[in-house]
């Protein structure tokens, strides 16, 4: 599962970014330079591609969304205002694409709906989701547990976890207060921990 191989590269401390050069190839990118957006494709695209497979589940689906958030990042980049945040600027694109998707699929996605939502007060021993992520025994239960959460719960979560974003730039690409981030991301924690539970409990 991608999920876990990206949650050990987190957990364990991934090697600095060569964020200076980022910088230069995106100014470069900006003034048409193929070479340039090509190379910041190659940076960005595993990401990119990871989050959107988590979210649509398909991965077909996955690549062609891909494809669709850098052709549109392509064309905006011109509205990149913070370049250091150019990974959770092109997540955010990628949401806007996910949730088009399921617009032209039929799909209407609940946004404030907390039906699916459970309203657990009592946090669980750990380990916590992050840790149970690092379990390959766990694959198939997380992966099902996941799916259960609202959608848009479950991208907020994926961005903190797998990403490694702060609330700050969760935020943006939600289009959330900090506030809500926060919320979010507790309630889909404590729901991820009430389904497994059962099995928590059994190997503690």
Known sequence: MALLSAMKMVLAGAP????????????????GDPAAFRWLFERHAAGVWRFLKDLLRDE??????????????????????????????????????????????????????????SQVEAVLPTPTPEDLLLDRELEGLLAGALGTLREDRRAALLLRIDHGLPYEEISAVMGWSLQKVKNEIHRARLQLREQLAAHVGGHS
């Open 16 to 31: 600095p970014s060569d964020t200076d050069r980022e910088r230069t190839l995106l100014r470069r990118a900006r003034t």
């Open 60 to 117: 077909a689906a996955a690549d062609e969304a891909t494809q669709e958030t850098f052709v549109r990042a392509h064309a905006r980049l011109g509205a990149l205002r913070d370049e250091d945040r150019l990974g959770a600027w092109l997540l955010g694109i990628a949401r806007h694409v996910y949730l088009e998707s399921l617009r032209h699929r039929g799909l209407h996605v609940d946004m404030d709906d907390e039906a699916h939502g």
